[in-house]
């Protein structure tokens, strides 16, 4: 079976251009996670969703930041304008339907983002 | 609120040594417990889970058995390789159903040497 798909798996750009970040969760996974990791601040949820509608945003960092995910397939997540704090690696996590919370995540390999 | 703890790293450890991680949880309730693994360059992946108190979750030789009173779930391997070299995160899983989401430990790293 195919794995969570994320695109492009490196990116690098310019302060204050428009990042685009793709994701394709597993087919039949009905719950979607956004993902930042650093070294400074590890891993950190920023945004997930169920049955394609955001469920809570309140890790996302600020307004420069969203997300979308407009059908069961597909998200995408975008920095609009980026800052060279922005630089990280993003994950993408999909999940089934969970009603007792011992459902597992399945993690992309990431987007490594650099901003110069 | 929910969270979880991991001892700090690096580990470092040789070949064939035995391996304690250990991470503690604080929680209301009973929550599912997780250990994921990070090899260089990749996403996270399970290891192993619990999902109630006195379970045991097993797998590639690595062993995490949930202890309620004394709110740990502490990653054991008797014999470590060179291959084990990786980040080792710790997890919890908090909501109600169909808003299940992950919290996580802030990683300890591995390394085994040869």
């Known amino acids: 079976d195919a794995g969570v798909i994320q695109s492009p798996r490196h990116e690098v750009t310019e302060m204050g251009q428009e990042v685009t970040l793709r994701c394709k969760p597993i087919?039949?996974?009905?719950?979607l996670f956004w993902y930042r990791q650093t070294m400074m601040r590890g891993l950190e949820l920023l945004i997930y969703?169920?049955?394609?509608?955001?469920?809570?945003d309140s890790g996302m960092p600020e307004d420069r930041f969203s997300a979308k995910m407009p059908n069961a397939s597909f998200s995408t997540l975008k920095i609009q304008p980026s800052e060279p704090r922005d630089s990280a690696v993003y994950f993408c996590?999909?999940?089934?339907?969970?009603?007792?919370?011992?459902?597992?995540?399945?993690f992309g390999d990431g987007t490594r983002l650099s901003i110069l | 609120g929910n969270s979880v703890t991991q001892m700090e790293g690096p580990v470092t450890l040789s070949e064939e040594a035995f391996l304690t991680i250990n991470c503690t949880y604080t929680?209301?309730?009973?929550?599912?417990l997780f250990w994921y693994v990070q090899y260089p360059g990749e996403g996270l992946q399970l290891l192993l889970k619990?999902?109630?108190?006195?379970d045991k979750g097993s797998n590639k030789g690595f062993e995490a058995t949930y202890r309620k009173e004394t709110t740990s779930f502490h990653l054991e391997k008797g014999s470590v390789q060179v291959s084990d070299s990786a980040v080792y995160f710790c997890?919890?899983?908090?909501?109600?159903?169909?808003?299940?989401?992950?919290?996580f430990g802030t990683g300890t790293r591995l390394k085994v040497l040869a």
């Open positions: 969703f169920n049955n394609n509608v955001p469920i809570d």
């Open positions: 997890a919890l899983s908090e909501g109600t159903s169909g808003t299940y989401k992950y919290i």
């Open positions: 996590a999909s999940r089934h339907r969970d009603e007792t919370g011992g459902q597992p995540q399945h």
């Open positions: 087919s039949g996974h009905n719950s």
């Open positions: 619990a999902t109630k108190a006195d």
């Open positions: 929680a209301t309730g009973y929550p599912s």
